[in-house]
């Protein structure tokens, strides 16, 4: 009989609060990357599958200048990011997916579903860490709208959300079919200027080839002894006025 695995371990708030404490005393600042990842979503006005994307170096260069942390080493803030996604792992953080690696350091959050939960957390993380929060925000905080949940979050299905790389692909075949069909159009341009060309040439030889009763482009002149007189004066254009008075 197979063994039935244990059910998810329920996310509790004090579990994004250990963030950093494994590290000791100097990762603490691992403390400030939820509350700065809400930031982000709300500065940038909420638009999902957009402002909910997050590159490292934005995180990093928060943390620096605020002096919750001294300036990272070369290529040493790649646990920026990772403790958070290890803590989904451990926690049901899952079920929608709170983080998502999207390569280059770039990450992807629900934050359409999780901003109750970091809403919650940021109001935790000021009371707990009052002087960290003031350096976060030493002059003015962002307006954060949606107020703390009271109590705790249920972890609810979202609706899922197409992943970037599926909108990417979509965005490539749209301007694929585009670039084709300005091939197509360029194509017809080319066979209608080429046609046009013919046409243009066959009026030429057309014209300069002599026909019984017409003499010059344009003018058929059906008297056989009108013509014959005027024959040498429609030749040359300054005598066409000699022409008609004749």
């Known amino acids: 009989m197979a063994t039935r695995g244990k059910p998810p371990r329920p996310w509790d708030m004090d579990d994004l609060l250990d963030l950093g404490d494994k590290q000791g ?13 809400l930031e982000k979503w709300v500065r940038d006005g909420k638009v999902e599958d957009i402002a909910n994307f997050v590159k490292t170096n934005q995180l990093k260069s928060r943390l620096e200048s605020s002096g919750l942390r001294p300036p990272f080493k070369p290529k040493g803030d790649g646990g920026i990011c990772g403790s958070l996604t290890s803590k989904q792992k451990a926690r049901n953080l899952t079920r929608p997916i709170l983080i998502e690696p999207q390569g280059e ?8 579903h999780y901003e109750p939960l970091l809403q919650e957390y940021r109001e935790k993380y000021r009371k ?8 976060l925000f030493p002059d003015e905080e962002p307006d954060w709208g949606t107020p703390p949940p009271k109590g705790r979050v249920e972890n609810k299905e979202a609706k899922p959300t197409p992943s ?3 909108k990417q692909d979509n965005i ?14 360029q194509q017809a341009i080319e066979n209608l200027t080429e046609e046009n060309q013919k046409l243009q040439a066959e009026l030429v030889a057309l014209q300069a080839t002599p026909q019984k009763g017409r003499v010059g482009p344009y003018r058929r002149i059906v008297d056989e002894e009108l013509r014959d007189d005027c024959a040498e004066l429609l030749e040359n254009e ?5 022409a008609l008075i004749h």
């Open 25 to 37: 005393e100097k990762s603490t600042y691992l403390k400030a990357v939820p509350v700065l990842i």
């Open 105 to 112: 350091g770039m990450f992807w959050f629900n934050l359409p």
């Open 128 to 135: 707990d860490y009052s002087e960290d929060y003031k350096k």
């Open 164 to 166: 970037a790389l599926e």
């Open 172 to 185: 490539q075949n749209l301007l694929a079919s585009v670039e084709q069909a300005l091939r197509d159009r």
């Open 238 to 242: 300054k005598y066409y006025i000699d």
